[in-house]
């Protein structure tokens, strides 16, 4: 069974830094090109980041160049998001999915966890 779990959502203070994990089970998580996707409350879902299958290869939007990073553990078939200067803006449920076309995820077709909510606000 194809799983994908995210934990580490809570609550940060505005400027302060967290760390996201997704653990995989069920197929060859090496494989895959894999992404992060937040959706805030009443808003659309809006993709944040991908990483190739090696790890070498890394896509960020706009609003996280600079700030967060994504990387990977083959070895531990999971997925990571560093979060650096959080700001309220940042709350948002998180997931993570595979991106099997160009890096991007896709309903339907790609493999998604179920989210952890994460918060920023002092």
């Known amino acids: 069974q194809v799983q994908l779990v995210e934990s580490g959502g809570g609550l940060v203070q505005p400027g302060g830094s967290h760390r996201l994990s997704c653990a995989a089970s069920g197929f060859s998580f090496g494989m895959y090109d894999m992404s992060w996707v937040r959706q805030a409350p009443g808003k659309r879902p809006e993709w944040v980041s991908s990483?190739?299958?090696?790890?070498?290869?890394?896509e960020y939007a706009d609003f996280a160049k600079g700030r967060f990073t994504i990387s990977r553990d083959n070895a531990k078939n999971t997925l990571y998001l560093h979060m650096n200067s959080l700001e309220p803006e940042d709350t948002a449920e998180y997931y993570c999915a595979t991106a099997g076309f160009d890096l991007r995820p896709i309903v339907g077709v790609d493999y998604w966890g179920q989210g952890t909510q994460f918060t920023v606000s002092s």
């Open positions: 990483i190739n299958t090696g790890g070498g290869g890394t």
